[in-house]
């Protein structure tokens, strides 16, 4: 049985997530490593940084740690009744570890509302296909770079290193989700106010900030804001939470025009750039943004407002 102690760097943030009822010792199996072992390993990491992780192939007698993806136990999804869930995807191990501490390590930076959409939304998209695909085989991109950190056939690398990189490199991509997760709770109060005043169907942010999870599905069609390249963008708003597409395009003519054949159509002088798709036009002043927008609802008017159900 091999034993090493994973000890992320320490940070503030680090002991504010914190979960205080994992344990100091965590055992997961040994050999081949999967997603669903290095994502249930990296969790943990986050969850408790002191955690030490050992794989093995058996469970010792009278082990007092948190045990996963092994031993048929409560974190184990191997045996006959293992859990599924309503929507018919099985539980695996990190699915598992999800469903009992996600939305307890959310609710250090959310509240009890935005926890519980949140933690569902994230086991939806991004822990569900990885349960699916260890318990199915069905694949996954991200189940298959995991992958490729296992040492091959003629390899002399020591496996549990190699799970060790794996993890580093696991722990990393969950704590990019979780920051934008946060970020994103964080803009919703200045986007419901901007929302609020919104004029036309048209939402106008005073920056940029992440937006789509507030105004997708409502009545806004248009947002404009301040663009991180400079000038301001004006994109058109989702009709449902998740989904690309909007009812309410820039007109077809635009697509894909030149900056100068832009403002011969439109007659905006700092009209810069309409992406093919229509989602997208840029300016370099507010007022140009938001008056692209109107043009668009304006080459809609002849024709009966889309279904938003």
């Given at each position: 049985?091999?034993?090493?102690?994973?000890?992320?760097?320490?940070?503030?943030?680090?002991?504010?997530?914190?979960?205080?009822?994992?344990?100091?010792?965590?055992?997961?199996?040994?050999?081949?490593?999967?997603?669903?072992?290095?994502?249930?390993?990296?969790?943990?990491?986050?969850?408790?940084?002191?955690?030490?992780?050992?794989?093995?192939?058996?469970?010792?007698?009278?082990?007092?740690?948190?045990?996963?993806?092994?031993?048929?136990?409560?974190?184990?999804?191997?045996?006959?009744?293992?859990?599924?869930?309503?929507?018919?995807?099985?539980?695996?191990?990190?699915?598992?570890?999800?469903?009992?501490?996600?939305?307890?390590?959310?609710?250090?930076?959310?509240?009890?509302?935005?926890?519980?959409?949140?933690?569902?939304?994230?086991?939806?998209?991004?822990?569900?296909?990885?349960?699916?695909?260890?318990?199915?085989?069905?694949?996954?991109?991200?189940?298959?770079?995991?992958?490729?950190?296992?040492?091959?056939?003629?390899?002399?690398?020591?496996?549990?290193?190699?799970?060790?990189?794996?993890?580093?490199?696991?722990?990393?991509?969950?704590?990019?989700?979780?920051?934008?997760?946060?970020?994103?709770?964080?803009?919703?109060?200045?986007?419901?106010?901007?929302?609020?005043?919104?004029?036309?169907?048209?939402?106008?942010?005073?920056?940029?900030?992440?937006?789509?999870?507030?105004?997708?599905?409502?009545?806004?069609?248009?947002?404009?804001?301040?663009?991180?390249?400079?000038?301001?963008?004006?994109?058109?708003?989702?009709?449902?939470?998740?989904?690309?597409?909007?009812?309410?395009?820039?007109?077809?003519?635009?697509?894909?025009?030149?900056?100068?054949?832009?403002?011969?159509?439109t007659g905006l002088a700092t009209i810069r750039f309409c992406h093919n798709n229509r989602?997208?036009?840029?300016?370099?002043?507010?007022?140009?943004?938001?008056?692209?927008?109107?043009?668009?609802?304006?080459?809609?008017?002849?024709?009966?407002?889309?279904?938003?159900?």
């Amino acid at each position: 049985m091999t034993s090493y102690t994973i000890t992320p760097e320490s940070s503030p943030s680090n002991s504010r997530l914190r979960i205080c009822n994992i344990p100091g010792k965590a055992m997961t199996h040994g050999g081949k490593f999967h997603a669903d072992d290095v994502f249930s390993g990296a969790l943990l990491t986050i969850l408790n940084p002191e955690i030490q992780i050992q794989r093995a192939f058996q469970v010792p007698e009278g082990y007092t740690g948190l045990v996963f993806d092994l031993g048929w136990g409560r974190f184990d999804h191997h045996q006959n009744g293992a859990p599924v869930r309503e929507n018919g995807v099985p539980y695996a191990a990190f699915g598992l570890l999800w469903r009992e501490f996600g939305e307890e390590f959310l609710l250090r930076h959310c509240s009890k509302e935005d926890a519980a959409r949140e933690f569902a939304r994230f086991d939806e998209q991004f822990v569900q296909p990885l349960d699916l695909d260890d318990n199915t085989g069905c694949g996954s991109d991200l189940a298959s770079a995991i992958g490729v950190f296992n040492p091959s056939w003629d390899s002399s690398a020591e496996p549990d290193e190699c799970y060790r990189e794996a993890l580093a490199f696991a722990k990393t991509l969950l704590m990019k989700h979780f920051e934008t997760i946060f970020a994103t709770v964080r803009a919703s109060g200045s986007v419901r106010k901007a929302y609020s005043n919104m004029k036309d169907h048209v939402v106008i942010l005073p920056f940029y900030c992440p937006w789509k999870q507030v105004l997708a599905g409502t009545d806004a069609w248009f947002v404009v804001y301040p663009s991180q390249r400079g000038g301001f963008g004006a994109q058109t708003v989702p009709a449902r939470r998740g989904e690309g597409g909007s009812p309410y395009d820039f007109p077809a003519a635009w697509a894909g025009k030149s900056a100068a054949e832009l403002m011969a159509l439109t007659g905006l002088a700092t009209i810069r750039f309409c992406h093919n798709n229509r989602f997208l036009t840029t300016t370099e002043t507010q007022e140009d943004a938001i008056a692209a927008c109107r043009l668009a609802i304006e080459a809609r008017e002849a024709k009966p407002a889309p279904d938003m159900e």
